[in-house]
């Protein structure tokens, strides 16, 4: 059971550049999360989606677009980065339930020059 | 809107001693959950802990434990006896209604715990 996977794990863009960050689980959970870690302001949620097909905007969702196409994926994309989104992302899921907690993916390192 | 708030930024204490990390929270819900995770310096995110809105009793788990109080919207997790493992950053987080039928996650900003041999 390979739980939440990230794609990449490390990735270094210069500035203008594109690219798309994938999140994959494997646990059927209907909510998937997007987060960003940056030291000192803890996990910041970019955006999320409560089901395939449906995403919503989190705290800090300026640059950044997601899509749901499969229950299993959520996609972050980035259209043209900043040095202000080097960061490390973090994708989770969760069921439904209020009282489930979120399992996280493994973290992917960004760095925008 | 909800908020998680972990005061302290970073907390230094010598093995062996006992520390505790504070959580405070704001939400204008009547049931949501509060958690606790932990990330150790590998950088992975692991749960430790769930507590409902409804529950204060506090609860222990070897030489972790909690202190739930709703009056003063607190959420405390003590470690007893602290080991040189225990040195990582945790975070506080809340989850409740986030309008629109849907429920948001939202986690304070982690306090890093230093247990030095």
């Known amino acids: 059971n390979a739980g939440v996977t990230q794609t990449p794990k490390f990735r270094v863009l210069k500035t203008g550049q594109s690219m798309t960050l994938l999140c994959a689980q494997d646990?059927?959970?209907?909510?998937m999360y997007w987060y960003r870690q940056d030291p000192g302001m803890g996990l910041r949620l970019i955006h999320y989606s409560v089901g395939e097909g449906t995403t919503a905007k989190g705290e800090v969702p300026d640059g950044y677009n997601v899509s749901r196409l499969k229950k299993q994926n959520f996609l972050l994309g980035l259209e043209s980065a900043a040095p202000s989104q080097t960061s490390v992302y973090f994708c989770a899921s969760s069921r439904r339930a209020l009282n489930t907690e979120a399992f996280f993916g493994q973290g992917t390192r960004l760095t925008v020059v | 809107a909800q908020k998680v708030t972990q005061a302290q930024t970073e907390i230094s204490v010598v093995e062996k001693e006992d520390v505790t990390l504070d959580c405070v929270y704001e939400t204008r819900d009547t049931t949501y959950y509060l958690f606790w995770y932990k990330q150790p310096p590998s950088g992975e995110l692991v749960f430790l802990i769930r507590?409902?809105?409804?529950?204060?009793q506090n609860e222990i788990s070897g030489r972790y434990s909690w202190n739930f109080q709703k009056s003063t919207s607190s959420f405390n997790f003590t470690i007893t006896a602290s080991q040189v493992v225990d040195s990582a950053v945790y975070f506080c987080a809340l989850r409740g209604y986030s309008g629109a039928g849907s429920y948001q996650l939202t986690f304070g900003k982690g306090t890093k715990l230093s247990v030095i041999p």
């Open positions: 646990m059927n959970h209907e909510y």
């Open positions: 507590r409902n809105s409804f529950d204060e």
